[in-house]
């Protein structure tokens, strides 16, 4: 059996160190702005890029990992004896999906693209199963079997501070804006079948908008529905609210489970900052 490497991108929104650590490698996504291109995670930071549609007034644009940079990463790993597990943003949202099953063709039976089927630390969640898998020594087939499991029972929600970027990005109706803002509302986001769909609409100050999505979290742990192997809270330039929901699950929970993360750049182009969220896998 060959040994497994494990690949994602750079939307799985874990942190670099903790993926080097366990010999993951991550290929970026692409955030313009200003006339330049920045590989996300690699060339330019979360802080700096709202500093960046703060200065020029004008919102980034993303792209997908081109089918060449695939390739390269791909052959480098199979040439050097390995099968190969790549698994990165959703197939909905985004031609990265696509472009690595394309080029997985030229490797047959030794590169598994795996739908992740959402995005953000909701990757990140499923790479980490993915890390445990290779550890206890099974092949990259059966880490692609097992993921089929795993996959749908990841869960990802998500409070919106401003809903600037999501209109603007064409993500929200120009009368569900206007509403919003009058309003004051802090949508909650939730990932179904590789769709983000506006699960709740809370008003008012945006800790309301946290408390629901703990309590709902709480509702779950409580049914001991939460695999405990990680919780992520990932969140946009945020650390005090992150601050605010680790305190608040650490009330019924033990904290060495909860991993704060931040949102990289390509996520934090469509949500914008504060925007923060729970993410766990279902048992």
């Known amino acids: 059996m060959n040994p497994v490497k494990i690949i994602t991108d750079s939307t799985c929104d874990l942190p670099l160190d903790l993926l080097a650590k366990n010999d993951v490698e991550m290929v970026p996504l692409n955030v313009t702005?200003?006339?330049?291109?920045?590989?996300?995670?690699?060339d330019i930071t979360t802080p700096k890029l709202f500093e960046l549609v703060s200065e020029r007034k004008e919102l980034p644009k993303t792209s997908a990992v081109a089918p060449e940079?695939?390739?390269k990463v791909f052959k480098k790993y199979v040439d050097l004896g390995y099968d190969v597990v790549f698994m990165g943003i959703g197939?909905?949202?985004s031609s990265t999906y696509s472009s690595a099953m394309i080029v997985s063709q030229e490797f047959e039976n030794r590169v598994f693209v795996l739908d992740s089927m959402n995005l953000s630390s909701a990757i990140g969640l499923q790479v980490l199963k993915m890390i445990d898998f290779r550890n206890a020594g099974l092949s990259a087939a059966e880490i692609a079997e097992k993921m089929k499991e795993i996959t749908p029972k990841t869960q990802c929600?998500?409070?919106i501070k401003t809903m600037d970027y999501l209109y603007k990005g064409g993500r929200c109706s120009g009368i569900k804006y206007f509403f919003g803002?009058?309003?004051k509302i802090c949508?909650?986001?939730?990932m179904k079948d590789c769709v983000l769909n506006v699960h709740k609409?809370?008003?008012g100050r945006f800790e309301n908008a946290l408390d629901i999505m703990i309590k709902e979290f709480k509702e779950a742990y409580d049914a001991g529905k939460v695999d405990l192997g990680t919780v992520t809270i990932t969140h946009a330039c945020s650390d005090e609210y992150c601050e605010y929901i680790v305190q608040k699950l650490s009330e019924f929970m033990d904290p060495k489970y909860l991993l704060p993360t931040y949102a990289g750049c390509v996520i934090s182009s469509h949500c914008g900052p504060k925007c923060i969220g729970i993410l766990y896998i279902e048992k």
């Open 91 to 93: 197939s909905k949202l």
């Open 69 to 71: 940079v695939l390739m």
């Open 181 to 183: 803002k009058i309003l």
């Open 33 to 42: 702005i200003g006339g330049s291109t920045y590989r996300d995670c690699l």
């Open 201 to 203: 609409t809370p008003r």
């Open 187 to 190: 949508p909650i986001i939730k």
């Open 157 to 159: 929600s998500f409070a």
